[in-house]
């Protein structure tokens, strides 16, 4: 097995990259320093004068949009559903109207009692 990597945290890499950028320490004292090899020092700068050297969400927050998403999909089947029974409850009430307003062979024929 080869050699483990270290991670480093954001704000230590900001750390380390102000401290030589603004002159405090030297690449190679920075790398003696924090034992860390220069060349890696010197893709931080790199990475932060892009502005890429920056934080990225955590697991916990990742975590949570993922579970706001799957909330949100819920939510929007649920309205579906809603809307779908209030359609359905629209039309029975039509039809239950359109059934009981006019007396026809097919009304008298479906109900219970036969005509007097």
């Not at 819920?74 to 409850?89: D, G």
Request: glycine share 6%.
């Amino acid at each position: 097995m080869g050699k483990q990597r270290r991670k480093f945290e954001v704000g230590f890499k900001q750390q380390i990259v102000n401290e030589v950028v603004l002159g405090a320490l030297s690449l190679s004292a920075a790398a003696r320093k924090y034992e860390i090899s220069p060349s890696v020092i010197t893709r931080w700068c790199e990475k932060s004068a892009h502005g890429a050297l920056q934080a990225g969400p955590s697991a916990r927050e990742k975590a949570l949009e993922r579970e706001n998403r799957d909330l949100k999909e819920k939510l929007a089947e649920l309205y579906l559903q809603v809307q779908a029974l209030k359609k359905m409850e629209d039309y029975a009430r039509r039809q239950k109207s359109a059934d009981s307003c006019v007396i026809t062979s097919q009304n008298l024929a479906t109900s219970p009692r036969g005509a007097k």
